[in-house]
């Protein structure tokens, strides 16, 4: 079993800054990629950034040039760096993960269970 587990989030004032975190654990045999999706109240869940293994990384229009995403693959982390935050970015937070359990079973798609970021003075 694949678990991810994010930390992190919270409040901030316009302008500032916060930074995610989330770790897979379990039974891991590789990772395709490892990202962040964002659902506000009302809206539909949508990406923020990802980062595909040995490939690209990409990002929401919305985020570009303010938000980094980062991974550690030794300990199959993946960060996210949100600077100059906007009001827009209040959501919750969650963690994905395109990940092989053993070797010979194919992906499978696994989620954090999500992480509250407030935009806000």
């Known amino acids: 079993q694949v678990q991810l587990v994010e930390s992190g989030g919270g409040l901030s004032p316009p302008g500032g800054s916060l930074r995610l975190s989330c770790a897979a654990s379990?039974?891991?045999?590789?990772?395709?990629?490892m990202g962040w999706y964002r659902q506000a109240p009302g809206k539909q869940r949508e990406l923020v950034a990802n980062s595909i293994s040995y490939g690209p990384t990409n990002y929401a229009d919305s985020v570009k040039g303010r938000f980094t995403i980062s991974r550690d693959n030794v300990k199959n982390t993946v960060y996210l760096e949100m600077n100059s935050l906007k009001p827009e970015d209040t959501a919750v937070y969650y963690c994905?993960?395109?990940?092989?359990?053993?070797?010979?079973?194919?992906?499978?798609?696994?989620w954090g269970q999500g992480t509250q970021v407030t935009v806000s003075s």
């Open positions: 994905n993960g395109r990940i092989r359990p053993s070797y010979g079973i194919r992906e499978e798609e696994y």
């Open positions: 379990g039974s891991i045999y590789s990772i395709n990629a």
